[in-house]
Each structure stands twice: as C-alpha cells, then as structure tokens.
C-alpha cells in the first residue's frame, strides 16, 4: 500500500477553552474520496478547519506528502495545492461569478491568462457558471452559490480538496448533479475528503469512510463495507444508510 496523502497523528484542538479534537487519527489515501461521518457535534468540521491551519492544532501531527505542515500558515498550505469548500461557501456576493473564479486562479491577473481549456472542462460539470458568468454571486441561487464554491477549489489543479457539506440545503436534481462532478473530480486523480450529512450522497462517492464521535475517530474503513451493514451503521450513526436512498 502506498503511503497516504494526508495523515493526522494524535491531533488535538482547542477553540478558546473547548477542547474539540481528542486525538485524531486519519489517513486519506491518495486519489480516492474519503467521506467523514458522524454527528453534529462530533468534530467533522474542526478536522477540516484545523488540516487548513485556520485553527490551530494544539499537538499531534499533520503530514502532507510526508511533510509536516501542522505548524505552517492557511496561505502556505494552500500553495501545497490544498483547497477548502467550507460549509458556508465564502463566495464574494458583490463580485460576479467571473470575478470569483478569477480571485481563485492564484497564477493569473486576467481572465485571458486562466486555462482555457480547464474552465470549459468546468463549465462541462457546472454549465451554470457559465450561463451566470457576468451575474453578481449573490444572485445565484444556494445550489449554483454551491457549485460556485466548489468550481473555485478546482480552478486550478488541485492535490487534494477539502469539503464540508456540498449537498447540504440542496434539491435533490442538484444532488445527483453535484455527485456527478465528483465523479468525474475522482477520474482526475484528485484526492478528496468531504464532510457529509447526506448518507445516500456519501454512500454513491466514497471509497473509504471514517467516523467522528466525541472528537476522535471511531471507524475507518470501505465505505462499501460500511454501507452493507446496517448493524454497524447503527451502532456508530445511530441510523441505517437505508433510510437516506
């Protein structure tokens, strides 16, 4: 087995006084999607926050590609071609879509400098961003304001992308859209580790999973192994996969 992408040690977090991260373990192989379950609460958030560096581990390790970036700045971890899809989306409302990817597009000051041939393949998984190209963001609707979000992680290649709930509030056409650009994000070789509360969502996409409780993860296995037992879904979820197809 090849060594991991990305690998937490015994990473803890603390927010103000709450200590949220309690030894986490993980590893996100390279090239496939790992889902991270759990409740809310549980600290699915906070891991992806805290492999950013926008919240700072307390101990325990972060290694990318062997290094470790546990200590290094958001912008610097960013340049190690790592993306962030936060919950909220934190698009730019007063910019249009245009300029949003742009902002995104780190090596290019115009439009004309981006890859060409890259923003088409986009507008292929989002034909949205191209209909509302000149439209302010903040007039999209939340699921294109979603595939905004994550049309900017991807702008440019990208090694592994973080993402936090990319289905959550949307309809259910929008779902099976956003599932179908992640598909395709997979057959890039992109490595992904998506937070997510839609189980059916998770269930389509994931290679692995592992599962968050009390800020630690309790399981990490295939996610097909996982989405075949009902008992095991029960007793770390609390629900049956079932239910969510």
């Known amino acids: 087995m090849s060594a991991p992408l990305l690998q937490l040690e015994g990473v ?9 991260l309690h030894g986490v373990d993980l590893q996100v192989a390279r090239g496939e999607l790992t889902v ?5 609460g549980a600290g699915k958030t906070t891991t992806l926050r805290t492999i950013m560096g926008l919240w700072r581990a307390s101990s325990g390790s ?7 970036v546990t ?18 989306m934190g698009i730019f409302a007063d910019l249009t879509v245009r300029e949003n990817m742009l902002l995104a597009a780190r090596g290019a000051k115009r439009i004309e400098d981006m890859d060409a041939q ?5 507008f292929g998984l989002f034909p949205a961003m191209k209909r509302f190209w000149q439209h302010p963001a903040g007039l999209l609707s939340g699921g294109q304001k979603q595939m905004l979000a994550v049309a900017r992680a991807i702008v440019e290649p990208r ?23 992640f598909r395709e994000l997979k057959q890039t070789e992109t490595t992904i580790l998506l937070v997510e509360q839609n189980f059916n ?22 996610m097909a192994e996982l989405a075949e037992d009902e008992g095991l879904q029960q007793r770390l979820l609390g629900l049956s996969l079932a239910a969510h197809q």
């Open 12 to 20: 803890h977090t603390h927010i103000g006084a709450y200590h949220i």
């Open 36 to 40: 991270l379950l759990g409740r809310n």
């Open 62 to 68: 972060i290694q990318l590609e062997g290094d470790d």
């Open 71 to 88: 200590q290094l700045s958001t912008p610097d971890i960013a340049q190690r071609g790592i993306a962030y899809v936060p919950e909220n």
């Open 118 to 122: 890259r923003l088409e393949w986009m």
């Open 159 to 181: 090694k592994l992308l973080l993402v936090d709930e990319p289905s959550k509030g949307l309809a259910p056409a929008i779902i099976q859209n956003m599932i179908g650009a």
């Open 201 to 222: 969502f998770a269930r389509q996409l994931g290679d692995r999973v592992a599962v968050m409780d009390g800020g630690r993860i309790v399981h990490a296995g295939d």
